[in-house]
Structures are given as structure tokens and as C-alpha cells.
């Protein structure tokens, strides 16, 4: 399962491994080494090869003490826990020297023997797991001096490192790595604790809220992390939530430990009964909450969640613009922050579509006459567009006011509707990248991973169920794209057709022609979700979609789009663009500088979302062209 805190941050090229860019140490090209989920190491951004297992345990643990000597004995152990060979101190100096080659082939001196035993030599800018105790330590410093907004940012970059259980690939083999996940996992449990507290201390507690009722579910007797979650709860207005986290709290004390909750908690739970008022921006009444209400099974996206409120917690920042496909869930990740990110605009936080039932773009008076009765501005709009939008901005440019702006069809339609940089944000959702919108900060939706699609899928069916038949989930969950959209359609209509095996329902969706019948239920259905999105696309990118039809797959590269559009490289390549701009083609999974250079033109790969490849099969054979 993946933990509350992912590597949001930058990551080594084809790697895997989230990393920051701290300073390098030493001589050659730089070494990085992940063990904050399974164990990995690159050179220069290049994946290095670790070897067989055995060879990968004895780096595991060499990395539970770096910079301090491991022992021959506890190096065997870990190998060969029951019996070694006789040629084991053998084998393991071949391990070693492997190691050392592949982790210092400048013969640096990084890995030798001492006195006690093998040494690896790693700095903090070489090893997730120095560098999360380095920011962890320099946050406690922080706190020392009065500083919780410094301290606050430096135990969440600490945080962003962990992508899993330390050594997630291997510590069930050796009971010196369990030992060691143990440990690894309380000093993360202590890290996030003083991070929230920090955080709380800054005034801005929705990042608190946000995350910490997982931390719960993993340590619910802890009564700093408890003491933390109503604290967070009752500051962004969820005081119902608090008090039965309290009351769950205290139940479970006394049930399995026999005890009363401690000072800490009770102190927090004795502000909650209070009901002490938090301190406003500014003077008057809140204003309007007029969001949809958020999905109770709302699952994953903890990247993009997290790039986009620190996008919109920064005051006076550009408009945050979310993207991606038809059933992404665009809408239902705004929706989602939005709602956590209530209590920071005391003056009204409300959505509104700019787009009709049919897909036309709504008309900006319109629209802008919705907000302002919405949020309460009594000031008189004049009828001229450029006019309006000043008259809009200047009341906005005193509130603390969070738009959210669903459906944009293109940039036009923001124009007049944008708050002025200040106090108030706009948080944009659009199929289309909306190029002309240069200012925008962009975060681009993908499918969920298949971990959160299987949890997504098992929340609607029944955890059971889908244990029963986890591979054939999997086929269900991969025949959807690991789209939430069609995720729920299917999930809601097998848990109608209870009777039905998950791995007759995967061999319906698998089939070409029978899988976007089968995502139909109720109002979700798929094919006339594509259907709207198909109708506004600009005619270049429909007669493109009718093309590629053609494809027996949805990965394809520069050279097949051309052969299946009928043109030379650039005429592809423009008309591949084009569905990029609308939101249709995700870029091509390769680095701009070398996308279509000849060399690289089977390297490059574009991949249509496979039911939007479906769709565009049944336009294209409506339309009597040949797939």
C-alpha cells in the first residue's frame, strides 16, 4: 500500500527514484540510492544493475547501517538464515566486489573492509534515507528556534521521500531488513507528527487534514498523532469528524490498553468542545460553500493533489489549470482540494461549468453573473466584456475567494471570469492543455496506477470479491484504461450483477466490440461521455482520431501515425500535436530535445487512451472508413 507521503518531487530520469537536487559530493558522475521502497540505485540518471538476490540482500544490509561496519556473520545470516554453505564468506567477497564496481568504478574506496566489517560510504546526497534523516534534523532545528513556518516545508520534503516500506522488495527475507523497517517506519510516524504539529503551528491546516486520517488508520493508539488530527479537523470546520475521531480514540484506549486519553489529547479535545473561533482575514460573515459534494471512495492522486495545493496555497499565483482526458477525474480531484482548502478562503469558495448539457461554452455573462450572485457581489456588471472583467476583479481583489472553473472549452471563455493576482484563486479544469493560457501552473491528470485502480474497483464490489479473483480484476482494471470513469461504470454494474464471475465480466470488456456496452450504468455511462467530447473536437483532430482508428493498438510510434495518416513525418507529427493541444494524446513518452529527430522515430512513443481508440473505431466505422 502506498503511503500517505509519495515522492512528489523530482525524479531521476527512468528510474523510479524521487529525488531533490542536493549538492554532490565526490568525484565522477552522481550515485543515487533509493531505499525508501524498493531497492534501487542509478548513475547519471541510469538505472545501475544490482544483480541476483543474494547479492541484492547483502547491499540491503550493508544499507541498514551505512557508513558503519556490517558485519561477515550478520551478512551470512541475512543470506542464508537457516544454512549456510560452506563457501559462503566465499560467495559473499564475490557479492561484494561485484558491488563494488558497479557502486564505485572509480574505486573511490566508497565500499571496503575494516575493523567490524564492510563499510558503505554514502553521503546524504547519495541515499533517500540520509538525506530524509538530514531534513527531519534540520527541521527539529528549527522548531528549537521558534520557526514552525521553516520547519513545516523541511519535514514535508523529508516526508515526499518516502515512496514505500523501506527495502519493500526484500525485507521479507531477512529478519535484520525487518528490524530495520520497524525503525524506519517510527521515525517516519515521529517526522510526520512534528511536521503536522508544525504545519498547525503555520496557521494553514488543510494540508494536516488532508492527510492524516490514513496516518490514523496506521497508528490509532497514538495520542500525538490523534491530538493532531482534531486539532486539523476542527480547524478547517469538520467538527463532527473530530469529535468521533475523539470518541474512537478514547474507545480504543480503554478497550485495549485500559487508559484515559493523556493531556495532549484531552487539551485538543477541550478546545474542540469550546469551540474556539478561528481567527479571519478579515471581518464579516463566511461566505459561500457552494461546492458538489466530495466522493467518499475518492482514491489516489496524491501527487497531483499535492502539486496543486501548494499551487493554490501560494497567494497572488497564476491560475492552477488541471488536464487531462474525458473521465480522468479532473473534476473529481478539484472538487476534492477544493474542499480541503475551504477554510484559507473565508469569502466563499464555488464551482460553476462553462460548458452546457451539450458541450457548447456557456456565455460569460452568464456565467459571471452566476458567480457573483453566488458569492454575494451586489456591484452592477456593465454589458461590455473587458468592462465587466474589471469591475469583477476590482471586487475580488479585496476577498479571499476560491473559483472553481470546470469544463473550460478553451482559454476565451477564462478571459473575464480570472481573479486578479491577491487574495482569490482559480482552480481550472480543461481537456484541452489550453496553450494560450501562458500564465497557468498545469498539472496533467493521468490514469490512476493499478494499485489505486484495484482499490477503487475493490471499494465498489467488496475487498472479498475481488481478492477471490484478484487476477481477473486486474483484467477488468486494465480493459478500462484505469480510468475512474469507467472504472465506476463497471464496478456499479457488477455490483448489480452479483451472480457474475469477475473473469466473464474481464472477457466482456476485453473484447472490442462488447467493452463500451458494458460500461453503461445509469449515468455513467462511457460512450456518451466520449461521445460529448468527440462532438467538440475541431474538425482537424476528429478527421486525425479516424485515422488512427486504424491502429491495432493505442501505442504507436511517429513512424506508424504517418503510415496510418498518409503523411510524410512533419505532417504527422503537426496533426499528433493537434490532439495533444485538445487533450486527447498524452506527449510522447520520450524527452522534446530527441522526439522526432530520424534516428529516434521508432523510439518515441504516443499512446491514445485505449477506450477513446475504441470510440474512434465505431465513428470511423459509422463513417464507412476502413479500420
Not at 527512468?14 to 533509493?34: K, N, Q, S, V
Not at 477525474?329 to 476534492?336: D, I, N, P, Q
Request: hydrophobic share 40%.
Amino acid at each position: 500500500m502506498t503511503d500517505t507521503f509519495t515522492g512528489s518531487r523530482g525524479r531521476e530520469a527512468d528510474t523510479g527514484i524521487p529525488w531533490e537536487r542536493a549538492g554532490d559530493t565526490g568525484t565522477g558522475a552522481p550515485l543515487r540510492i533509493a531505499l525508501l521502497g524498493p531497492l534501487r540505485a542509478s548513475r547519471d540518471g541510469q538505472p545501475l544493475p544490482l544483480g541476483p538476490l543474494k547479492q541484492r540482500l547483502v547491499l540491503a544490509v550493508l544499507l541498514t547501517r551505512p557508513n558503519a561496519p556490517v558485519s561477515l556473520e550478520e551478512l551470512t545470516d541475512a543470506v542464508w538464515p537457516d544454512d549456510p554453505p560452506r563457501t559462503a564468506r566465499k560467495n559473499l567477497q564475490v557479492y561484494v566486489s561485484t558491488l563494488r564496481r558497479v557502486l564505485d568504478p572509480d574505486d573511490l574506496g566508497r565500499l571496503h573492509h575494516g575493523p567490524g566489517g564492510y563499510v558503505l560510504q554514502l553521503t546524504a546526497a547519495e541515499c533517500d534515507s540520509l538525506r530524509f534523516d538530514e531534513l527531519a534534523r534540520r527541521g527539529d532545528a528549527e522548531v528549537r528556534a521558534g520557526a514552525p513556518d521553516r520547519a513545516a516545508p523541511l519535514y514535508r520534503r523529508a516526508l515526499d521521500l518516502w515512496r514505500h516500506d523501506p527495502f519493500s522488495d526484500l525485507a521479507a527475507r531477512a529478519d535484520v531488513l525487518r528490524a530495520a523497517v520497524e525503525r524506519h517506519r517510527v521515525r517516519r510516524l515521529a517526522v510526520y507528527e512534528a511536521w503536522a504539529e508544525a504545519q498547525l503551528e503555520t496557521g494553514e491546516p488543510a494540508p494536516v487534514a488532508d492527510t492524516v486520517d490514513e496516518m490514523v488508520s496506521r497508528h490509532p493508539l497514538r495520542e500525538r498523532l490523534r491530538a493532531a488530527q482534531l486539532t486539523a479537523l476542527h480547524r478547517v470546520g469538520r467538527r463532527t469528524e473530530a469529535l468521533a475521531a475523539y470518541d474512537d480514540c478514547r474507545q480504543q484506549l480503554s478497550r485495549e490498553l485500559g487508559l484515559e486519553p493523556g493531556a495532549a489529547l484531552q487539551s485538543a479535545y477541550r478546545s474542540l468542545l469550546d469551540d474556539v473561533p478561528r481567527p479571519r482575514a478579515r471581518g464579516g460573515a463566511a461566505g459561500s460553500r457552494l461546492l458538489p459534494p466530495e466522493l467518499a471512495d475518492f482514491t489516489g492522486r496524491r501527487r497531483e493533489r499535492w502539486a496543486v495545493t501548494a499551487q493554490l496555497e501560494r497567494e497572488g499565483g497564476p491560475p492552477v489549470l488541471l488536464t487531462g482526458p474525458a473521465g480522468v477525474g479532473k473534476t473529481t480531484l478539484a472538487v476534492h482540494v477544493a474542499h480541503r482548502l475551504a477554510a484559507r478562503y473565508p469569502d466563499g469558495v464555488v464551482a460553476t461549468r462553462l460548458c452546457a448539457e451539450d458541450g457548447s461554452a456557456r456565455p460569460w455573462r452568464s456565467v459571471l453573473s452566476e458567480l457573483a450572485r453566488a458569492l454575494g457581489c451586489t456591484e452592477r456588471l456593465p454589458t461590455d466584456r473587458e468592462e465587466a472583467a474589471t469591475t469583477w476583479r476590482s471586487w475580488l481583489s479585496v476577498r479571499r475567494v476560491l473559483l472553481l472553473l470546470d469544463d473550460a472549452p478553451d482559454a476565451t471563455a477564462l478571459g473575464p471570469l480570472l481573479p486578479p493576482s491577491g487574495p482569490s484563486a482559480a482552480l481550472v479544469t480543461s481537456r484541452s492543455r489550453l496553450p494560450c493560457l501562458e500564465s497557468a501552473h498545469r498539472t496533467e491528470l493521468p490514469p490512476l496506477s493499478a494499485e489505486e485502480a484495484l482499490h477503487l474497483l475493490g471499494g465498489i464490489i467488496g475487498r472479498t470479491r475481488l481478492q477471490a479473483e484478484y487476477a481477473a480484476a486486474e483484467r477488468i482494471a486494465t480493459a478500462t484504461g484505469l480510468l475512474p470513469l469507467a472504472l465506476r461504470a463497471g464496478g456499479n454494474r457488477l455490483s448489480v450483477l452479483r451472480h457474475m464471475p469477475l473473469g466473464q465480466y474481464a472477457d466482456r470488456l476485453e473484447h472490442p466490440l462488447e467493452a463500451l456496452d458494458e460500461l453503461s450504468s445509469g449515468g455513467l455511462g462511457v460512450r456518451a461521455r466520449l461521445a460529448g467530447a468527440w462532438a467538440r473536437l475541431p474538425g482537424p483532430a476528429r478527421v486525425t482520431l479516424n485515422s488512427l482508428a486504424a491502429l491495432p493498438g493505442p501505442a504507436f510510434s511517429l513512424r506508424t501515425a504517418a503510415r496510418v495518416l498518409g503523411m510524410d513525418g512533419q505532417g504527422a507529427q503537426r496533426a499528433l500535436e493537434g490532439l495533444i493541444d485538445v487533450g486527447v494524446l498524452a506527449p510522447p513518452s520520450c524527452p522534446e530535445v530527441t522526439a522526432h529527430r530520424a534516428a529516434d522515430a521508432e523510439r518515441v512513443r504516443y499512446e491514445l487512451p485505449w477506450l477513446t481508440l475504441l470510440f474512434a473505431r465505431e465513428q470511423a466505422a459509422g463513417a464507412g472508413t476502413r479500420c
